[in-house]
C-alpha cells in the first residue's frame, strides 16, 4: 500500500468515526428530548394506585406512559416552566416530584382529587368539594372508599387502625378530630392527590399540597404488561398521541435499522473486493 493509499484510508477512516459520533450525539439527543420534553415512561413504585395500577411487584409492576405536554413545557428535569397551558382535571392520573425531603421515591402517581381554590372534605367513604360529594369516574373501581376519620374507630386490623390514629394524632387538621372531619381549603397552583388504594396510599391527606411547578404529566397509558394494556384518555388514539406512541419510536427504529444495513452494505462491499483481489 502506497503512502497516498494509507492517507486516503485514514481520511475514510476519520470521515467514519465522525459519521459515527454524529450518528450517536443524533440518537441520544433525540432519546432525551422526548424524554425531557414530550413523553416519558414510569414504573408504580407502589401498591398506593391499586387496582388501576400495579405496582411494588418485581418485574410485574405497571409501567405507564406520560404526557409531559399536558399542561405546559418545562425545562427538563427542573421545575421551571417555559410555557404553561390548561391544568389538570379532577380524577386525572398525574405523575409528580415528591415534596417531601426523605421520601422514598422522587417521583409519584396519584389521582388528582382536589383543584386549586377548593374546600375538600373526605366523608363516609367519598369525596366532598365545597360541601357537595363528587361522583367518580367510570374507570375508577365501584367499590373505592377513602378512609376518614370516621373510618378509623370501625378498622378491625389492629394495625391499620393504630396507624391511622398516629397519623390523626400527628396532623389533626387534615385527618379531623373524632367524628367531625376537618375541611381544608386548598391553595391556589396547589392541588390535593390520592391513591385509589386508600388505605395503603401515602399521599396529600399526610403530606399536604403539591404543588404546580412539581407536575411531571398527565399518565395517559399502561403500556406494559401487554395484557393490562390501558388507555386512560384516549390521547394514544388521536393523531398527535399516535405520532407520539407510535410514530416516534418507528421513526428511531428505522433510522437505527437503516444505519446497521448500510454498515452491513458497506462491509458486504469490501468482502467481494478482497475476494476479487485474491
Known sequence: MTQTDSAEAAARQHSE???????????IGSILFVKGFLMDQFTIPSRSMEPTLHGDTFFKGDRILVNRLAYGIRLPWTKTWLAEWGGPERWEVMVFQTIEPDSNHDTLVKRVVGLPGETIQIHHGGILINGKKVEKPDSMPEEQWYWSP?????????????????????????FGVGNDPASITIPEGHYFMMGDNSSESHDSRMYGFVPRENLVGRAFAIWYPFNRWRDFTGYSHTWWGKSMVIGIPSLLFLWIFWDIATDLRRWFKKLRGGSEKQ
Do not use: C, G, V
Not at 17 to 23: E, M, P, S, V
Not at 151 to 170: N, S, T
Open 17 to 27: 468515526n465522525r459519521r459515527q459520533t454524529i450518528y450517536w450525539f443524533l440518537i
Open 150 to 174: 370516621d373510618d378509623i374507630r370501625k378498622i378491625a386490623d389492629p394495625r391499620q387502625r393504630a396507624f391511622f390514629e398516629e397519623l390523626q394524632r400527628q396532623d389533626p387538621i387534615r
